[in-house]
């Protein structure tokens, strides 16, 4: 089966043991940061723990992929091609990277990857990435369906990537410069300040307020669980899990639950099978709903949509249980289907609409679905609290004490043939993918006093393979009905040894050959700041490419006093129902005139241009 074929479950790993559980729990491939230049500077690791990583992956025919995907300054360069070199030397399988300078670079034959920071909307820049080398692209998640289908047809070997779950940000990844003006942080350079996730008062052009004290630029998450088979259908073969800084709960759970929706589409679609192997099993039912949420959207996939945004807060909502029935002193009367624990986290909001919380000091079931919630302080105290108001769990306690105990297993099966002889012990073993391994010892066997029982010891002992990443799904004995005695030790160590060696054929499948580099030009002529250029090397490649740098990165230094800071897909007109094609179909007309965006001593400006359908915030630079 080709790699078109196949379907990656990709997940985001914070360090080393958060990915081995990403793979346990179902990732056919995670990608983490190395000590240096990832886009998540938070969340480095160190090339030790990366082969520690890359080792364990190995075993189940997955992978790993590095994120050195920020840009890069000249002097920064040559440490980043050091990285390259190390990983590569240590297993890991592919880099994702956003700085064009590193393809002019001496760099190892290994897969590169075109992160999302490099901002691929269209099938010309898809097209022009994968004809520079890429053999996986990192589409923008603001695209639709049909999008995705003409990139995919427009591409001949580069595999399309995916976000299918997690946070969204507001502007087009890699075209997001509001932290660097704002704050000094860069963005493209793995320190994001979340600029987007903070409550602002919006005024419209003649300075009157609209709405005050909203996270206008927050949007919920990225949730694409009921558009799994649209995906493939339109050209996906990698499902990206966004995560770098969430917890191993998350981890585990979320691709927990992805495993099993892609599985499902597997086991009814003959053409196509997962990128790595094994079967797994699990301790819990996988939910969405059980980890870090803000609420779901789908985004763009399926067009244009109302309530993408989470104006309310930028925090954990958790999911409604249940409604308050009266306050007492310390305690509320809660009327649930859930069984509340003590401990767990309970979350609402208030008349105002501002998200508040509490923790449950003691929960007691006094009738059915009725709880009677004791309170850490006087309910008095507790801000915006009544009757009748509905409330969210954000900390399920018993959720997270089972979700840090071993959750999931995961397998390879195998077959395994023995053959006994009066001279010979040949065993040979059979995984799924066509690898096989043989090992035989010769010495004089002594014929079985109790043939039957004999052979129950053999089947016993290549059984056991616990401590392994196999499972023998199914054994045969063949000794032509001249059963012999071998001892458990004799059996024991030749199981040991054929199991090594499957173990290292299998390993040896892995450093995949990388794209060949047949560039062709560019398709812009120039670019601006927005290219992200901050090396000479950059600068070489795009002159090679036919482009001209008229402006370098950001980062580097703005002359400008105004700046564009984000470029958007979603629109806060849209949002708020304010949109001139809105308006049209309500007979009414709107201008799209200017909205001001403002918190404490940040204005920001939002313009909106109606014919790409898009909103550009400008700013000031500090």
Same mark, same amino acid.
């Given at each position: 089966?080709?790699?078109?074929?196949?379907?990656?479950?990709?997940?985001?790993?914070?360090?080393?043991?958060?990915? $081995? %559980?990403?793979?346990? /729990? !179902? +990732?056919?491939? =995670?990608?983490?940061? &190395?000590?240096?230049?990832?886009?998540? *500077?938070?969340?480095?690791?160190?090339?030790?723990?990366?082969?520690?990583?890359?080792?364990?992956?190995?075993?189940?025919?997955?992978?790993?992929?590095?994120?050195?995907?920020?840009?890069?300054?000249?002097?920064?360069?040559?440490?980043?091609?050091?990285?390259?070199?190390?990983?590569?030397?240590?297993?890991?399988?592919?880099?994702?990277?956003?700085?064009?300078?590193?393809?002019?670079?001496?760099?190892?034959?290994?897969?590169?990857?075109?992160?999302?920071?490099?901002?691929?909307?269209?099938?010309?820049?898809?097209?022009?990435?994968?004809?520079?080398?890429?053999?996986?692209?990192?589409?923008?998640?603001?695209?639709?369906?049909?999008?995705?289908?003409?990139?995919?047809?427009?591409?001949?070997?580069?595999? $399309? %990537?995916?976000?299918? /779950? !997690? +946070?969204?940000? =507001?502007?087009?990844? &890699?075209?997001?410069?509001?932290?660097? *003006?704002?704050?000094?942080?860069?963005?493209?350079?793995?320190?994001?300040?979340?600029?987007?996730?903070?409550?602002?008062?919006?005024?419209?052009?003649?300075?009157?307020?609209?709405?005050?004290?909203?996270?206008?630029?927050?949007?919920?998450?990225?949730?694409?669980?009921?558009?799994?088979?649209?995906?493939?259908?339109?050209?996906?073969?990698?499902?990206?899990?966004?995560?770098?800084?969430?917890?191993?709960?998350?981890?585990?759970?979320?691709?927990?639950?992805?495993?099993?929706?892609?599985?499902?589409?597997?086991?009814?679609?003959?053409?196509?099978?997962?990128?790595?192997?094994?079967?797994?099993?699990?301790?819990?039912?996988?939910?969405?709903?059980?980890?870090?949420?803000?609420?779901?959207?789908?985004?763009?996939?399926?067009?244009?949509?109302?309530?993408?945004?989470?104006?309310?807060?930028?925090?954990?909502?958790?999911?409604?249980?249940?409604?308050?029935?009266?306050?007492?002193?310390?305690?509320?009367?809660?009327?649930?289907?859930?069984?509340?624990?003590?401990?767990?986290?309970?979350?609402?909001?208030?008349?105002?609409?501002?998200?508040?919380?509490?923790?449950?000091?003691?929960?007691?079931?006094?009738?059915?679905?009725?709880?009677?919630?004791?309170?850490?302080?006087?309910?008095?105290?507790?801000?915006?609290?009544?009757?009748?108001?509905?409330?969210?769990?954000?900390?399920?306690?018993?959720?997270?004490?089972?979700?840090?105990?071993?959750?999931?297993?995961?397998?390879?099966?195998?077959?395994?043939?023995?053959?006994?002889?009066?001279?010979?012990?040949?065993?040979?073993?059979?995984?799924?993918?066509?690898?096989?391994?043989?090992?035989?010892?010769?010495?004089?066997?002594?014929?079985?006093?109790?043939?039957?029982?004999?052979?129950?010891?053999?089947?016993?002992?290549?059984?056991?393979?616990?401590?392994?990443?196999?499972?023998?799904?199914?054994?045969?004995?063949?000794?032509?009905?001249?059963?012999?005695?071998?001892?458990?030790?004799?059996?024991?160590?030749?199981?040991?040894?054929?199991?090594?060696?499957?173990?290292?054929?299998?390993?040896?499948?892995?450093?995949?050959?990388?794209?060949?580099?047949?560039?062709?030009?560019?398709?812009?002529?120039?670019?601006?700041?927005?290219?992200?250029?901050?090396?000479?090397?950059?600068?070489?490649?795009?002159?090679?490419?036919?482009?001209?740098?008229?402006?370098?990165?950001?980062?580097?230094?703005?002359?400008?006093?105004?700046?564009?800071?984000?470029?958007?897909?979603?629109?806060?007109?849209?949002?708020?129902?304010?949109?001139?094609?809105?308006?049209?179909?309500?007979?009414?007309?709107?201008?799209?005139?200017?909205?001001?965006?403002?918190?404490?001593?940040?204005?920001?400006?939002?313009?909106?241009?109606?014919?790409?359908?898009?909103?550009?915030?400008?700013?000031?630079?500090?």
């Amino acid at each position: 089966m080709t790699d078109s074929c196949k379907l990656e479950l990709l997940s985001p790993c914070k360090n080393a043991d958060i990915g $081995i %559980e990403a793979i346990n /729990h !179902g +990732a056919d491939a =995670v990608y983490v940061g &190395g000590p240096l230049f990832s886009a998540r *500077a938070q969340a480095g690791n160190s090339l030790q723990d990366l082969e520690r990583l890359a080792k364990y992956a190995h075993r189940f025919n997955c992978r790993v992929y590095l994120a050195l995907n920020t840009i890069l300054t000249d002097q920064q360069i040559p440490e980043a091609v050091k990285i390259a070199n190390e990983a590569w030397n240590m297993g890991i399988d592919a880099l994702i990277i956003q700085d064009m300078g590193l393809l002019m670079c001496d760099l190892p034959p290994i897969e590169l990857h075109a992160s999302t920071q490099c901002d691929i909307r269209t099938p010309e820049k898809a097209k022009f990435l994968e004809s520079v080398g890429f053999s996986q692209i990192v589409l923008a998640r603001e695209l639709g369906l049909k999008e995705i289908s003409v990139i995919h047809k427009t591409l001949s070997r580069s595999r $399309i %990537e995916f976000f299918i /779950h !997690g +946070a969204l940000c =507001v502007s087009y990844s &890699g075209q997001c410069y509001a932290s660097q *003006a704002l704050k000094g942080r860069s963005a493209n350079r793995g320190e994001c300040a979340q600029i987007c996730r903070l409550p602002f008062d919006l005024y419209d052009d003649d300075g009157q307020c609209l709405i005050k004290n909203r996270h206008l630029l927050s949007l919920k998450d990225n949730n694409q669980s009921q558009n799994i088979s649209s995906l493939i259908a339109s050209g996906v073969r990698s499902f990206k899990i966004e995560g770098r800084y969430k917890d191993m709960a998350y981890v585990k759970n979320t691709t927990a639950f992805y495993r099993k929706l892609i599985d499902e589409y597997l086991q009814n679609h003959s053409g196509y099978e997962r990128q790595s192997d094994g079967t797994f099993s699990y301790s819990f039912t996988p939910s969405l709903e059980d980890g870090f949420n803000r609420g779901a959207t789908d985004y763009f996939v399926n067009g244009r949509r109302e309530k993408m945004s989470a104006s309310d807060t930028p925090k954990n909502t958790g999911r409604t249980i249940g409604k308050i029935l009266s306050l007492r002193d310390r305690s509320f009367l809660l009327k649930s289907h859930e069984t509340i624990n003590n401990s767990d986290g309970l979350s609402y909001f208030t008349d105002a609409g501002e998200l508040e919380g509490l923790l449950v000091n003691r929960a007691s079931l006094i009738d059915e679905n009725l709880w009677e919630i004791f309170t850490r302080e006087p309910v008095s105290r507790i801000p915006g609290l009544r009757s009748g108001m509905e409330v969210m769990r954000n900390k399920d306690s018993a959720w997270i004490k089972r979700m840090k105990s071993n959750t999931a297993l995961r397998q390879i099966p195998i077959r395994i043939e023995a053959r006994v002889s009066q001279n010979t012990l040949q065993l040979d073993a059979f995984d799924h993918q066509g690898n096989h391994v043989s090992k035989t010892l010769r010495q004089s066997f002594e014929a079985a006093n109790n043939p039957d029982k004999a052979r129950q010891q053999i089947l016993h002992s290549l059984s056991k393979l616990g401590g392994t990443e196999f499972v023998a799904e199914d054994i045969q004995i063949e000794d032509n009905h001249e059963a012999r005695f071998l001892s458990v030790s004799i059996v024991n160590g030749l199981r040991r040894s054929l199991l090594e060696a499957l173990s290292e054929k299998r390993n040896d499948l892995k450093q995949l050959s990388p794209i060949t580099n047949n560039g062709i030009t560019c398709p812009v002529g120039e670019i601006d700041y927005r290219g992200n250029v901050a090396n000479d090397k950059a600068r070489e490649f795009y002159s090679k490419h036919g482009v001209k740098v008229t402006e370098n990165a950001f980062e580097l230094g703005s002359q400008r006093k105004i700046v564009e800071l984000m470029r958007c897909k979603y629109c806060i007109r849209y949002e708020l129902g304010l949109c001139p094609k809105q308006a049209k179909e309500r007979g009414e007309r709107i201008k799209p005139t200017p909205l001001k965006l403002r918190h404490g001593k940040i204005e920001l400006t939002a313009n909106f241009h109606c014919k790409p359908c898009e909103m550009s915030i400008n700013g000031k630079v500090n």
